[in-house]
């Protein structure tokens, strides 16, 4: 063969066809109008959700006296005038529980910051639970959602994305109006999370749910092996009421993402900030052309609670709440085996090692406890902060929380300049907890410890019904008591001093929960050794709760804080079923048949034997030597 040669000045790639060139553009052009093509076939599709009038600021209403879930059988005025929908009115079967031989069972929904009336809607009996779930399968099967692509997924979840960026005010003043909490506290726990979890699902969701090969053995060495994660069909979540907007979309776009019809049971306490959530995602649903009974919404009171926990329809169940409740849901699904995802809640440790800038990380601590009146899964429930700055930490704590507005965030303020409406803190959920945590926060200080602020429920000047509880500093507090010990889920601060750091350990780890924590000190590789010492499923280091945040990472507990992951790679494998197929590598090649020596009927044992114990050493023998024999062995037995 002679080679061409070129003079210095002459370049090679003129050489080179333009056919060549033309044939590219053109694979690149028509890679680039089907990217296109894509992105418009799946962008976000608008929709719109009428605003509630109670969102709105001058809004107001009937203000019910000692407001409670049953307020309307005290006050017949309460309730609902409008004739209910079929579905909603609470049929029951034989063997349902009823308010009466006739009369369906309602919830009465207020605002816990100032007692006002939103609604009173009737709860869904065991019937109507029964039909959900069956509509939810229905329409599953039906759309064919499961056999659905990521793209016409990702659909759905940029169009929800879109709606939430741009009514994000609108959101966050109809969780404030059902929870009483602050318009800040909506922002940062309803929609920045909520964001973050559809950014998420958006651009990595797909990365978690594509088959995934995996690894061969050298015996195994011409099967090729995958995991395919698919659809379990309908899954429920049984969500708290703290943040009634993210704990209802986020189980909701997860199981869609895995290729899932949901059902999920918000609390009584929200149902109507809930009924107009899932409203929303209904609307989305049916402006992507798919059929909005693909989820559900369940309200109902806990006698009602089984039809769906013990329903063989539901194939996996996720849990937020209480370990009580937890543990009862637990037991009902194992009736079908059902899988269940717990998270409990927690008694989160901050421990701040010595040395610490205290004053720097002030605000930080504020927003750790406050953040949502106290009422935060993964909030600071416990400083654990050496001896020698214990009264330096409860003199900033208590300077700062002296200050903390508490108050109605949407009421508007008064002509008269009798009340401002920015508030720091809303109202706490109910009442219903005022007595106990009055009474451990007297025990403590009986048993030793310090109240340097607050322990008490707070009576607004301007709004009678409102349920506010006092910001509240607990110091000296030791391990043994029950302020220590047991969940508070209030605006409660307690401060605990150590001697080493062993102990600091020692005491965060000396409660049942086990949710997350976070570790504050000078050098992040001496919090990092305590965080990785820590009995938690989460830590944050020099910072709080900022886990959450990043939604490839799975959240969850340990211990009695529940066991199972949601968000993250983890979360969405957990709402399908991993299933595992193997195949030939290169089928026209090799495929696996029965050696002479194992086919039935066998004609010698100790061949058979001989044969399977020289391929043990073939593949596992420890020196070259002994898998040489091995070859032998398999050779001699087959004869």
Sequence with gaps: MVSKTYDSGEDPWLEISPIYGLTLFIAGGIYFLFKRYQRIKYRAVPFTVKVPAAASSKWTSVVIENPSLESHLMNSSLMPTARVPLLMQGIHHPGSKKADDDTPLYITCFDPSTGYHLDTISADSEYDIAEKISLARRAWAKSRWG??????????????????????????????????KTMLDAALGEILTTCAKLEYLIDHGEAALKPESRKSAPLMFYKSSKVYYEPLGVVAAIVSWNYPFHNLISPIIAALFAGNACVVKCSEQVLWSSTWFMGAIRECLAACDLPADLVQLICCYPSEADALTMSPHIKHITFIGSETVGRKILQAASIHLTPVTLELGGKDPCVILPETDLPKWIDVWLRGSFQNCGQNCIGIERFIVHSSQHDQLVKLLTEKTKKLRFGPALAEGSNDGGYVAPVDCGSMISRHRFGDLERVIQEAEEEGATVFLGGHPWKHPYVEEGMYFEGTVVANVSPSMEIAQHELFAPVITVMPYNT??????????????????????????????????????????????????????????????????????????????????????PWLIQTSIPAPLQYPIRSVVKSWDFLSGMIQLFWGESIGERTSGVFQIIKASR
């Design 501 to 586: 750091v062993e102990d600091a350990i020692a005491i965060a780890n000396g409660t049942r929960y086990g949710l997350g924590a976070s570790v504050f000190g000078p050098k992040q590789h001496e919090c990092l050794s305590v965080a990785r010492a820590l009995e938690c499923g989460m830590v944050s280091i020099n910072d709080f709760g900022v886990f959450y945040m990043n939604q490839d990472l799975g959240f969850g507990g340990v211990k009695a804080s529940g066991f199972g992951r949601f968000a993250g790679p983890e979360g969405l494998r957990g709402l399908t079923c991993p299933k595992a197929i193997t195949v030939d590598r290169w």
């Design 147 to 180: 056999e659905s692509t990521f793209n016409e997924r990702k659909r759905v979840m940029r169009s929800l994305l879109r709606w939430v960026v741009k009514n994000r005010e609108t959101c966050a003043r109809v969780a404030c109006r059902d929870t009483g």
